[in-house]
T-cell receptor, first 113, second 112 residues
Framework: DVKVTQSSRYLVKRTGEKVFLECVQDMDHENMFWYRQDPGLGLRLIYFSYDVKMKEKGDIPEGYSVSREKKERFSLILESASTNQTSMYLC????????????FGPGTRLTVL | TQLLEQSPQFLSIQEGENLTVYCNSSSVFSSLQWYRQEPGEGPVLLVTVVTGGEVKKLKRLTFQFGDARKDSSLHITAAQPGDTGLYLCAAGVGGSNYKLTFGKGTLLTVNP
């Protein structure tokens, strides 16, 4: 069965802290994605990766960076957390060339105080 | 940016009723997906449609892709409280074989 896991379901951090969100998939998918989801704004793509060590900016990359050292793991880093980064963060993965079907993790609800 | 517009934004119905939600765009898509997201969880893929005019059924859910591949609909027959959730449509971006653009969703509540 398809499985995407995220390191935390809930996280509370303070302004200025460095925050790491981790995502692991066990499906041998080439593509991995980080989104944030906010009421009224829908799902917005932060970064994605189509191969190990490869990354591309999405629609809202400012204030974020990513790391993909292994195929199964994709990390999202908030260099200096701010209150406007309070959100639901969703990781997804997909197999290259298969109608873009994405499989999502359960999400991390991040609160920055 | 290709825009996917979903309607209605909110829908509250009684158990046993039928409903249809829509996903529209001015762009042509090679494929379109529907996802359901329950509160506090990630979206779950329900179906992918790829052929204009295609109809797919998943138990009480019927998905249709428009003839021109610019729009899609999801019809639920005899809705149940377990159908409650956010229904999202998504489609490939600019011919990309991995990026998706998502609609903002229809939030469905089925009351017992």
């Amino acid at each position: 069965d398809v499985k995407v896991t995220q390191s935390s379901r809930y996280l509370v951090k303070r302004t200025g802290e460095k925050v790491f969100l981790e995502c692991v998939q066990d499906m041998d998918h080439e593509n991995m994605f980080w989104y944030r989801q906010d009421p009224g704004l829908g799902l917005r793509l932060i970064y994605f990766s189509y191969d190990v060590k490869m990354k591309e900016k999405g629609d809202i990359p400012e204030g974020y960076s990513v790391s993909r050292e292994k195929k199964e793991r994709f990390s999202l880093i908030l260099e200096s957390a701010s209150t406007n980064q309070t959100s639901m963060y969703l990781c997804a993965s997909s197999l290259a060339g298969v109608w873009n079907e994405q499989f999502f993790g359960p999400g991390t609800r991040l609160t920055v105080l | 940016t290709q825009l996917l517009e979903q309607s209605p934004q909110f829908l509250s119905i009684q158990e046993g009723e039928n409903l249809t939600v829509y996903c529209n765009s001015s762009s042509v898509f090679s494929s379109l997906q529907w996802y359901r997201q329950e509160p506090g969880e990630g979206p779950v893929l329900l179906v992918t449609v790829v052929t204009g005019g295609e109809v797919k059924k998943l138990k009480r859910l019927t998905f249709q892709f428009g003839d021109a591949r610019k729009d899609s609909s999801l019809h639920i027959t005899a809705a149940q409280p377990g159908d409650t959730g956010l229904y999202l449509c998504a489609a490939g971006v600019g011919g990309s074989n991995y990026k998706l653009t998502f609609g903002k969703g229809t939030l469905l509540t089925v009351n017992p």
